[in-house]
C-alpha cells in the first residue's frame, strides 16, 4: 500500500457512537496510544473531533500533534522498526526536519540520549529529534519552451511533498530569448510536482521532478482537455535524448518485466508482461525507448502476480526502487545511479554527478587535450587543458544549474553530457 494515500484515523462519525457520551467510540482500547502510533507514522492522520474535545485526551493529542510538527513528518516519511515484541513497538520515523521514536506497549525501552522527551502517557511515548538543516530541501529551475508561441501567457502551478508552493494558477514564469520561459522554485522538500498553464489551458500534472528540467507542449491532450507534455533539450527545445527508464529492487525477483503503454492505451514492450529486463553490474535493470516515443506509461513486475503500480506520465529518464506490491515505487535521482560512461566509443568517466564544486575525469584519450563546459545555451564559460589521462575540475563558483561538458582535441571532439551543479 502507497503511505501517501492513507487515511488514518481511531473513529470517526460513522463508526463512533454517543449512546454514553461524546467522548466514547467504538474502539474500546487505549485511545492515546493509538493516536501515538497513527500521529508518529505516514500518511494522513486524522482527530476524530469527539476525541478533540474530550478534556482528557485534547492535551495529550495536542502534544503528539506538536511532536509530528516538529520534525516536519509527512506523507512519505521513512519508518524504522526498532524492536516488536508482545508487549512492545518501537519504531522511528524520520521528517524533514529530524526524526521521532514512538514506543508503545508497557515494555522498558531508553531512547538515545541525543532525543528528548516529547510527550508520554498510559503505554505509549514519543522522543523527538529536530535537525534544522533537512538534506532534501533544494532548488528547482523549470524552463518552458513555448514553440511557435503557442500560449501567450505562460504561468507555473507547484507543489511539493508538503506543501502547495503556489496558488492556482501559478507565478507567471519569466520570459526569456527564443520562446523560453524560466522560474526558480527554492526550497522545495522533497520532489517537486507542476502544472504548466496559460490561465485557460494546462498540462497534466509533472510529477516527481527532482533536478532542472525543461518542458513543451505535446501536440495531444486527454480526455479532459489537458495537454500531455514533453521533456526537451534545454538548449534548442528538440526534443530530449530517448527516455531511459531504471529499475532496483532489493527483493531480487527472479524476473523483471517491464510492461509499458501509449498515450492511446496501446502497448509499446509487448503484451502483459512485456519485455524481460536484463540485470546490470550495478543491480539496476535498465531499458531505453525510441527516441520517437515522447510519453509513456509503465509498471515494473517479476511476471507472476507482485508488481509495482501504474506510473503514469512518464517523459523523461527516470530511476526508480521498488517499495512494496502495488505500490508506486520511490523515485531516485538518476544522475546518483552511475557515472557517466561511454565505454564502446571513448571509455572514459566523469563524476561525482551532480557535484558541489569538484569534477572527476578518468580515462581520457591522448588525443584530447582540453575540457570545454558550457552552460544549457551552448555558451562556454571554463575550459581546462589537459596534460594527463586524468584531471579534476573545481567548478565551486558556477551557479548552481545545469551545465554541458565534453572534451576537444585537433579535430577531435567528444560526445556532450549533461553535469549537475549543487
Request: net charge negative.
Amino acid at each position: 500500500m502507497d503511505t501517501k494515500y492513507s487515511v488514518t484515523f481511531i473513529d470517526n462519525h460513522d463508526s463512533g457512537r454517543s449512546d454514553d457520551g461524546h467522548n466514547h467510540s467504538r474502539f474500546t482500547g487505549n485511545v492515546l496510544a493509538a493516536y501515538a502510533f497513527i500521529l508518529s507514522n505516514p500518511g494522513v492522520p486524522c482527530v476524530w473531533q469527539n476525541h478533540w474535545n474530550y478534556n482528557d485526551y485534547k492535551q495529550k493529542i495536542k502534544e503528539l500533534i506538536e511532536a509530528r510538527k516538529d520534525v516536519e513528518l509527512h506523507s512519505e516519511s521513512d519508518v524504522e522498526v526498532i524492536t516488536t515484541q508482545n508487549n512492545l513497538y518501537v519504531a522511528k520515523s524520520t521528517g524533514f526536519n529530524g526524526s521521532l521514536i514512538v514506543k508503545i506497549g508497557n515494555g522498558n525501552y531508553n531512547a538515545p540520549e541525543d532525543y528528548t522527551l516529547k510527550t508520554f502517557g498510559d503505554d505509549y511515548a514519543v522522543w523527538t529529534k529536530v535537525e534544522s538543516s533537512y538534506k532534501n530541501i533544494k532548488e528547482i529551475t523549470i524552463r518552458f519552451y513555448n514553440e511557435s508561441d503557442k500560449w501567450g501567457n505562460i504561468n507555473i502551478h507547484a507543489w511539493d511533498i508538503q506543501k502547495n508552493l503556489t496558488t492556482w494558477p501559478g507565478e507567471a514564469m519569466t520570459k526569456l530569448d527564443n520562446n523560453w520561459y524560466s522560474y526558480t522554485f527554492k526550497n522545495i522538500r522533497g520532489n517537486l510536482n507542476i502544472v504548466i498553464n496559460s490561465g485557460d489551458e494546462q498540462t497534466l500534472d509533472i510529477n516527481n521532478i527532482v533536478a532542472n528540467s525543461c518542458f513543451s507542449l505535446s501536440n495531444n491532450k486527454d480526455i479532459n482537455g489537458k495537454y500531455y507534455y514533453k521533456s526537451v533539450n534545454c538548449g534548442d527545445g528538440s526534443q530530449s535524448d530517448p527516455i531511459k527508464v531504471q529499475f532496483k529492487n532489493d527483493i531480487s525477483w527472479d524476473k523483471t518485466y517491464l510492461y509499458s503503454w501509449d498515450i492511446e492505451g496501446e502497448p509499446i514492450t509487448g503484451s502483459w508482461p512485456g519485455t524481460e529486463l536484463t540485470k546490470l553490474e550495478n543491480d539496476w535493470y535498465s531499458f531505453e525507448f525510441d527516441s520517437s516515443i515522447e510519453f509513456i506509461n509503465i509498471i515494473f513486475s517479476n511476471g507472476s502476480g507482485t508488481q509495482t503500480a501504474d506510473i503514469l506520465g512518464v517523459t523523461q529518464s527516470s530511476c526508480y526502487i521498488f517499495t512494496s506490491p502495488d505500490a508506486l515505487p520511490s523515485i531516485a535521482d538518476c544522475s546518483t545511479v552511475d557515472k557517466i560512461t561511454n565505454e564502446e566509443e571513448e571509455n572514459f568517466i566523469i563524476y561525482p554527478n551532480p557535484t558541489s564544486g569538484t569534477l572527476n575525469i578518468e580515462g581520457v584519450d591522448i588525443n584530447y587535450n582540453k575540457v570545454v563546459i558550457t552552460d544549457i545555451t551552448g555558451k562556454e564559460i571554463k575550459i581546462k587543458y589537459l596534460n594527463s589521462t586524468n584531471a579534476t575540475l573545481n567548478i565551486e563558483e558556477l551557479e548552481n544549474g545545469i551545465y554541458l561538458i565534453y572534451l576537444k582535441g585537433k579535430n577531435l571532439k567528444s560526445d556532450i553530457y549533461k553535469i549537475i551543479k549543487k
